[in-house]
């Protein structure tokens, strides 16, 4: 018999509500934080992070020619400006009308994500990319996002229904693995992007005909250990699933962890398809653009497991005993 999370005879408090349109603005602003993530991409895909020398201004202008590698770079900036932008407004209007106080916190917390973002987006260009700004500016890219998938969940019915479950034996540690090393992976891969290593090892799913290659190269060696990375980011993604068999196919970490399955097998398409094309620029920032997605996910799935999970070692051994003493 799979077990089930049953509903929990409280219901939950009518003040922990979030208005219904700030529940879906939430999700815009994540979902634009996304699509940013795809353009800033497509800045280091196509070559343009130096197609515009100046900063905060492009060529001393708000608005240059945009031809070229212009296109890209200042797109970009006037994407990363709007989604700015909407995430004041989001802190603000969480400020105003959202009833917990940790997310009112993180919408403060998203919008110094993005100042700071910002600020390295302008000191990489200025410093002419060096890669350590380079990259740590893409790991912010990714926090800030994860930032606003968080917010996007605590304000969402999602969260609230899970709530009001009662808890169980959900996998805490293990989903949160999956978020740590799905971020590594993606800091590995940045790396391997800002160094020029992406075709350093030229086959796929060999390497150099070899499932080990020679390590003659840093270039080679990041970019094997971006796909170790996708391995193992992919073993614990099927445990996940496998482990989560046990539950009912409608449980909402059930569904979760299906979808992650479904977006990881996406992303390794994506990666082989960025070697087989020679880097080609659309199909590689969606690659990046999965990726974070995938971060997002295993993150949502974390928080979930956290949602409707015991927290510690003492409340499982209460909860056994409880369930004991009824029987």
Sequence with gaps: MKPSFGSAPAALRHSDVTPVWLRRYA????????????????????????????????????????IGGIFYEHGHRMIAATVGLLTVIQAIWLQL???????????WCSVGAVITQGVLGG?????????????????????????NAS?????SNWFRTSRAMEKGDAPIGLTTLLVLAAYAQIL?????????AGLAIPDFPLSFGRLVPQFTSLEIAVNFAHRVGGVCVGALV??????????ESLHPLRQL?????????????????????????????????????TLGLSLITALTARTIGWRTRRQRAGALLAT????
């Design 27 to 66: 999700k815009f602003v994540a979902a634009s934080t996304l699509f940013l993530i795809f353009a800033g991409a497509m800045v280091t895909s196509t070559g343009s992070g130096l197609a515009v020398p100046d900063w905060p201004l492009s060529y001393g202008m708000v608005m240059p020619p945009m």
């Design 324 to 327: 004991e003493v009824a029987a």
């Design 123 to 147: 000191v990489t260009v200025l410093l002419l990319l060096p890669h350590s700004v380079s990259i740590a500016h893409a790991g912010l890219a990714e926090i800030f996002f994860c930032l």
């Design 238 to 247: 099927i445990y996940l699933a496998i482990r989560l068999r046990r539950f």
């Design 151 to 155: 917010i996007a969940f605590f304000t």
């Design 97 to 107: 009308r959202e009833p917990k106080r940790f997310t009112r916190i993180l919408g």
């Design 188 to 196: 590995v891969g940045a790396t391997m992007r800002h160094l020029g």
């Design 257 to 293: 962890s299906n979808l992650l399955v479904t977006v990881v097998l996406i992303q390794i398409a994506l990666g082989g398809y960025v070697v087989w094309s020679g880097k080609q620029p659309v199909i590689t920032s969606v690659h990046v653009m999965t990726g974070a997605a």
